[in-house]
């Protein structure tokens, strides 16, 4: 799947499996929730390279939560 966060960059990321921890709900503010935790998808590392790793993490309203979908 590709994806871009804060309108900066596309990244790669795995397939996701089904299961109720990789299950994400878009939101109207452009952040990914995840309905299990409650917690948005997060680009940590604030990078624009292919491959990096995102994180389930608390959801704070800043542009490494922000999320285009294709």
């Not at 990244?11 to 935790?37: K, M």
Request: hydrophobic share 30%; glycine share 12%; aromatic share 10%.
């Amino acid at each position: 799947m590709v994806y871009t966060t804060g309108g900066r960059a596309c990244r790669d990321f795995e397939a996701f499996h089904h299961t109720g921890a990789q299950q994400w709900q878009a939101q109207a503010d452009g952040s990914l929730v995840n309905p299990r935790s409650g917690k948005c998808l997060d680009d940590t590392g604030w990078s624009t390279t292919p491959g990096t790793q995102a994180e389930i993490w608390a959801c704070a309203g800043s542009p490494n939560q922000h999320w285009i979908l294709p």
